[in-house]
């Protein structure tokens, strides 16, 4: 149930993580140099080309990996961190620690390979059984509860979330979901690629199904049952370029209304299975889905339905059980993403710790990795990007006095979070054991839906993080009206305390602007200081708002991914606004500092840089990146941020500041007829 923090707008949305100032890896970690530079192109042709162009000459995107860029070169750093801790906490033996205990074993769990090849199906069985054993579809909503326990959510989502009308107050949420594949446009285009993606999901289905137990014959037979199933169900659910708008997912109902949606479904013997605390209001992200699951349920034999939740118990276990499984697993990551190797088991073994027990592994990390003066540090820019947002507030030409003054108040209200949690999870219920590795993983889910389940009808609790502490990202949520950067950020080369404050506050100092102007993007504005879903702008600057951003839509739209594939202006909408504003914001900040050094050490040049050529040098070193085709693809399909190339050129095309910084002139590439400008 975690994938479900969906409503974080973050940096990048890629499942990484990350980070050290100190040398707790033996790779060094990835910062700004003038080698990454391709001095034989013109800054003001494609910039991007300029900043990156001798790094993409350099890198190669590993086997194990669909994509290459800082991100993931920090990721292969943390890895290593991470995999030191884990190893002294495997072997510490009967004195350890109850966190040491529980990471160590299960990292151990995991890389005992043998154990879990010897095994086979057999964890998973008892799960498969109980699918089986089920008699009716009364009884079958229990057993979807009890899987929706586990992490794979059959049918639809479950989870809780503040009250998008009383944001101090945690409601339950149920919404569309129960798809496999990355997204609906899998089920329901009809492009060569999707059909193609379609055929190798029921292939992927048939191996696994055989893998399980079935015939060849049932096999197929059964993953066209799921293809059905998941077709009927992504038909029904909205575009995720729609669902951007939060009023569209705004529907808080009385609970008798939301089980008469669908009332076949028996919701009521859901809430009660899955253990839910009473409550009489919740909200349905989408009600029309909800009518749709209802006439699957209706019309779907019993025994397809059973095959349909087999099925998700499976893939869900799948990369934790026997070689044969995880390949199986795997070839359908190949085909969705282009990566040629799987990675070696270790690195799974960490990114598991860190998805199921991320707080316990990322205390251990903060110990190691994260130095007291970095959270100073973070605090004075933060301060800094704020006061730049505050007068970029304050002089917008197109925003009249009222919003405006709505517009600084929220600005005023966002707190910061930084490094890692003040109070970290306590796992201290979850069993883990080091010779059961489904196991272990069932039950930290179990935990963990638990821990989110029992929320319902609480205060929001505003200590809360929603990434863990090594992860390489940052994120602004409209709810808590914060932002936050886990200590994974914070390092090279986004954050360089080795490096001039041109280069950083293009780095950290940008990625800063980029989490606050999310509190004002397309989604963001909707939202006022205390996280409820409520106007604050007149209804003349709500439109002069939507010209502008429309000209950001507009403007991404036309940049080419892969071959002949757009970028979805829409989709990416807000994503683009931040880094806009984030880097106007930015550079404010830096020319401020600039300005207040009586020293002129700041103004000064470096490697025959000015400090604002600096910047934007920083900035393009952050977002190189080489992606394959497929994954660039896929990406286009669901993420709703820009490929790096266009996060640079997208943005320096707007700004008269780049050109004045780089010399451009008008009808240069870097140059924008019509520039767009928000914040
Ligand atoms: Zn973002």
Not at 341 to 361: F, H, P
Request: with cysteine; glycine share 8%.
């Amino acid at each position: 149930m975690r994938v479900l923090r969906i409503l974080l707008p973050c940096l990048l949305l890629m499942n990484v993580h990350g980070f050290a100032q100190t040398s707790a890896s033996t790779k060094p970690a990835p910062g700004f140099s003038l080698d990454n530079i391709d001095k034989t192109i013109d800054p003001c042709v494609d910039f991007y080309q300029y900043a990156c162009g001798n790094w993409m000459k350099k890198s190669e995107i590993p086997a194990d990996r669909s994509s290459w860029a800082s991100f993931t070169e920090l990721d292969e750093r943390n890895l290593d961190i991470e995999r030191g801790i884990l190893e002294k906490a495997e072997s510490g033996g009967a004195s350890r620690n109850a966190i040491d205990q529980k990471i160590g074993d299960l990292y151990g769990s995991c890389m005992d390979e043998k154990t879990v090849n010897t095994k086979g199906i057999g964890p998973l069985q008892p799960e498969l059984d109980r699918v089986a054993a089920v008699k009716d579809k009364g009884a079958l909503i229990d057993e979807i509860a009890h899987v929706h326990l586990m992490g794979p959510g059959p049918l639809f989502n479950f989870y809780s979330n503040s009250d998008l009308h009383n944001a101090d107050m945690v409601i339950a949420y149920i919404d569309q979901g129960g798809l496999s594949l990355p997204d609906r446009d899998y089920y329901i285009k009809d492009d060569a690629r999707m059909v193609d993606m379609r055929k190798h999901f029921v292939d992927y289905a048939t191996e696994m199904f055989t893998l399980a137990g079935q015939t060849p014959a049932q096999a197929a037979d059964s993953a066209k049952t799921v293809l059905r199933i998941e077709t009927a169900l992504a038909r029904d659910s909205m575009d995720r370029t729609v669902r951007r708008d939060p009023k569209v997912r705004d529907h808080k109902m009385e609970r008798d209304q939301a089980v008469a949606l669908a009332p076949d479904l028996y919701l009521n013997r859901f809430f009660v299975a899955v253990g839910a605390p009473n409550f009489t209001e919740l909200n349905v992200g989408n009600p029309d889905f909800f009518k749709q699951v209802n006439s699957v349920v209706e019309s779907e034999p019993l025994d397809a339905l059973k095959t349909y939740v087999s099925w998700q118990v499976l893939r869900t276990a799948a990369p934790w059980l026997s070689q044969p499984f995880v390949e199986a697993n795997f070839k359908m990551r190949q085909a969705l993403t282009g990566q040629k190797q799987i990675q070696d088991r270790w690195k799974r073994c960490v990114d598991l710790t860190n998805s199921s027990l991320g707080e316990a592994l990322g205390q251990r990390y903060v110990e190691l990795t994260f130095g007291a003066d970095g959270k100073q540090r973070m605090l004075k820019m933060v301060d800094a990007l704020e006061r730049s947002l505050n007068e970029d507030i304050e002089h917008l030409s197109w925003m009249s006095d009222e919003t405006r003054k709505q517009a600084a108040i929220k600005l005023e209200a966002i707190r910061n979070k930084i490094g890692y949690p003040d109070v970290y999870r306590d796992y201290s219920s979850v069993i883990i054991k080091p010779d059961d590795l489904w196991g272990n993983v069932a039950r930290a889910e179990e935990f963990e839906s638990k821990r989110e389940i029992a929320k319902i009808g609480k205060p929001l609790d505003r200590k809360e993080w929603g990434m863990t502490p090594p992860t390489v990202n940052a994120y602004y949520s409209p709810a808590y009206n914060e932002i936050v950067f886990p200590a994974g950020i914070l390092q090279p080369p986004f954050f360089d305390k080795n490096m001039d404050d041109a280069i950083n506050f293009g780095g950290i100092g940008l990625v800063i602007g980029h989490e606050l102007t999310h509190g004002f993007d397309d989604q963001g504005r909707k939202y006022d200081p205390k996280g409820n879903l409520q106007d604050w702008w007149t209804e003349q600057d709500g439109k002069e708002f939507e010209k502008r951003v429309s000209c950001v839509a507009d403007e991404y739209s036309s940049f080419v991914a892969v071959d002949d594939l757009k970028l979805n202006g829409r989709l990416t909408l807000g994503e683009n606004t931040a880094d806009n504003g984030g880097a106007r914001i930015a550079l404010m900040a830096l020319e401020h500092m600039i300005a207040d050094d009586k020293s002129g050490k700041e103004g000064q040049k470096i490697d025959g840089y000015t400090p604002e050529q600096r910047f934007f040098l920083g900035f393009g070193r952050v977002w190189c990146e080489k992606r394959r085709p497929e994954y660039e693809r896929m990406q286009v399909t669901t993420n709703p941020h820009s490929p790096g190339r266009y996060r640079v050129d997208g943005v320096v095309q707007n700004m008269p500041e780049f050109q004045k910084a780089w010399g451009c002139k008008a009808g240069q590439p870097m140059v924008a007829e019509n520039a767009c400008h928000v914040w």
